[in-house]
């Protein structure tokens, strides 16, 4: 079965300052792997996807196959990017279960000034 | 911009009720998903649901829960008799692809309490 870890629960920077969030997954096929963000009372929203390798409000993530991980970077973190952030990977093409997201616990990122 | 929307945004209901957690997807999506979320906890899939059949369940999707799209826009999860343990934020999602393409796009979600 497959499974991510997003081993912080809280992270905090200072403006400016480059973020990265970690995440983690085990599955033994080609997954996907998307960020989602959810800010103050608003809903769950995708940030960005590794298949399409763009940067969203200066987010970028690479999918690292050997290290089997996902993990989210800003060079120079805003206030505005203070949320909550959810890494969940999909099976690929191919697997048995084929839509379901599977989300780590999700990371709260605060932004101070 | 279209969205999901969810209704009712809060619902309390006494153990060993059935609720009925209602949502209305993107207009031409074909694809809908519950999840849910307990305080605390990571957002876990429920069910997917496509051309009115159950597509994939999950563990926690047992006899007691139960997905329909009545009609041409509504898309419902109903819990038959709940219990304390389904105290929960639920989310709907919707897509208009499936595998690769797809992006799933979520409702703000249900907050259900079980006293």
């Known amino acids: 079965a497959q499974r991510v870890t997003q081993p912080e629960k809280l992270l905090s920077v200072f403006k400016g300052a480059p973020v990265e969030l970690k995440c983690n997954y085990s599955y033994s096929g080609s997954p996907e792997l998307f960020w989602y963000v959810q800010y103050s009372r608003q809903r769950l929203q995708l940030l960005l996807r590794h298949i399409s390798r763009e940067s969203i409000k200066g987010f970028t993530a690479d999918l690292n196959k050997g290290e089997t991980s996902f993990h989210l970077k800003k060079p120079f973190a805003q206030e505005e990017d203070s949320a909550m952030y959810y890494c969940a990977l999909k099976v690929g093409a191919g697997g048995t279960s084929y839509g379901k997201l599977t989300f780590g616990q999700g990371t709260i990122l605060t932004v101070h000034p | 911009e279209p969205e999901v929307t969810q209704t009712p945004s809060h619902q309390v209901t006494q153990m060993g009720q059935e609720v009925i957690l209602r949502c209305v997807p993107i207009s031409n999506h074909l694809y809908f998903y519950w999840y849910r979320q307990i305080l605390g906890q990571k957002v876990e899939f429920l069910v997917s649901?496509?051309?009115?059949?159950?597509?994939?369940k999950s563990e926690i999707f047992d006899d007691q829960f139960s997905v329909e799209r009545p009609d041409g826009s509504n898309f419902t999860l109903k819990i038959r008799s709940t219990k304390l343990e389904d105290s929960a934020m639920y989310f709907c999602?919707?897509?208009?692809?499936?595998?690769?393409?797809?992006?799933?796009?979520f409702g703000p979600g249900t907050r259900l309490t079980v006293l």
């Open positions: 999602a919707s897509s208009d692809l499936f595998g690769t393409a797809d992006t799933q796009y």
């Open positions: 649901f496509y051309n009115n059949e159950i597509s994939e």
